[in-house]
């Protein structure tokens, strides 16, 4: 079976979201990888991986208008908000 990673689905002024919890920083090749899962899964919005770096903040590749938004939200904040899981 793929891997499975988890999923929260958001609304950021009128923007869909689909934020996925990842392990570390993907590359290019891995965000274009995470991309075409959301996609094929039918799963509508900007993908935006998140992730804690090893002094437990959080990161996250997101397009600049969402950039405010993901500087200032917690990380668990986030996680409570999980509602499904992106396989690739």
Known sequence: ??????????????????V???DGAPGPRG??????????AGLDGNVV???RDE????RFMAPEPQ???FQIVDYDQLRAQ???????
Do not use: C
């Not at 002094?55 to 959080?58: A, D, H, M, N, S």
């Not at 999980?82 to 396989?87: D, F, V």
């Open 49 to 51: 991986p998140v992730w």
């Open 1 to 18: 079976m793929p891997p499975a990673l988890e999923i929260a689905h958001l609304n950021i002024q009128d923007v869909k979201v689909v």
């Open 67 to 69: 950039h405010a938004f």
């Open 55 to 58: 002094f437990g903040r959080t």
């Open 31 to 40: 965000y274009g990888e995470l991309q075409r899962a959301a996609a094929q």
């Open 20 to 22: 996925v919890f990842v």
């Open 82 to 88: 999980i509602s499904g899981t992106l396989r690739f």
